[in-house]
């Protein structure tokens, strides 16, 4: 069993930018404790991190076959990017949307997600444990494509 995890652009300053907003946790931290989640879980997690849209449009197509569902963060690119919520639609593969802060209350154009029509839902607001929920949710998606 593999899930994708995609970090979108500027994930890799996570702990210094913005701690008020997005945490403390580093993105190295954030990974460890999802490799740790996964471990005992006896799941893969391939994970990427990309400030590029074109790189995590390539990704989405390059594990299409060999993961179960796609846990991403476009972070900025949520609220834009067609490209990469055509991608995710394009691979059919179940998309768990998730995000550190909570967007809803953030700035208006925050607001809007173009990926989350395509997600299975959308987890934000906890902070680095939005991943860790995210791969929960996940997990569920899975065991309810094997059981069916």
């Known amino acids: 069993m593999k899930i994708l995890v995609i970090h979108g652009p500027n994930l890799h300053l996570l702990g210094i930018r913005e701690p008020g907003v997005y945490g403390t946790d580093t993105l190295?931290?954030?990974n460890k404790?999802?490799?740790a989640w996964a471990d005992k879980e006896e799941i893969e997690l391939l994970i990427h991190q990309s400030n590029h849209e074109g790189e995590i449009i390539d990704w989405i197509s390059q594990y299409r076959e060999e993961v179960a569902v796609i846990v991403i963060n476009p972070a900025a690119f949520t609220h834009y990017s067609i490209?990469?919520?055509?991608a995710?639609?394009?691979v059919a593969l179940p998309?768990?949307?998730v995000h550190l802060s909570n967007i809803h209350q953030r700035e208006e154009f925050r607001h809007h997600s173009v990926i989350a029509p395509i997600a299975c839902g959308q987890i934000c607001?906890?902070?680095s444990d939005s991943y860790l929920l995210g791969l929960q949710a996940a997990k569920?998606?899975?065991k309810?494509?094997?059981?069916?």
């Open 95 to 97: 998309v768990v949307e």
């Open 83 to 86: 490209a990469i919520r055509d």
């Open 140 to 142: 569920s998606v899975i």
């Open 144 to 148: 309810r494509k094997e059981r069916k």
């Open 88 to 90: 995710l639609a394009a």
């Open 28 to 30: 190295a931290e954030i």
């Open 33 to 35: 404790k999802m490799l």
């Open 125 to 127: 607001g906890f902070g």
